[in-house]
Nanobody, 129 residues
Framework: QVQLVESGGGLVQAGGSLGLSCAVSTRSPFTFTRYALGWFRQAPGKEREFAAS????????YYVDSVKGRFSVSRDNAKEMVYLQMINLKPEDTAVYYCAATTLDDAADLEAGRAFDSWGRGTQVTVSS
């Protein structure tokens, strides 16, 4: 139903900034706004975890506590893109970052990172100390 392709990962020093982008391709035109979008990450040896999400309209955003105040998620419905801007990066932010989509738009689900069922292949972010 939907394809997601992440870009923008790389190597950055602790305290630095990095921006990730995700291009979203839907099978039918004008359906981008049917999807809420999220960012997840998976560090080496750990399970994938929720990082941030944004509602269909873009009006509501949600973050895991460990990234609040440092990460900012946004979407451009005209360009069919979702972004994750990261500042004050820490070595523990090192992970593969995945873009994800869901047709559900429930606040509780988005805040918990639940119900996402379409995934990109990920982009590596490495933060050196």
């Amino acid at each position: 139903q939907v394809q997601l392709v992440e870009s923008g990962g790389g190597l950055v020093q602790a305290g630095g900034s990095l921006g990730l982008s995700c291009a979203v391709s839907t099978r039918s035109p004008f359906t981008f706004t049917r999807y809420a979008l999220g960012w997840f990450r998976q560090a080496p040896g750990k399970e994938r975890e929720f990082a941030a999400s944004v509602s269909r309209s873009g009006a509501s955003t949600y973050y895991v506590d460990s990234v609040k105040g440092r990460f900012s998620v946004s979407r451009d419905n005209a360009k069919e893109m979702v972004y994750l801007q990261m500042i004050n990066l820490k070595p523990e932010d090192t992970a593969v970052y995945y873009c994800a989509a869901t047709t559900l738009d429930d606040a509780a689900d988005l805040e918990a990172g639940r119900a996402f069922d379409s995934w990109g292949r990920g982009t590596q972010v490495t933060v050196s100390s």
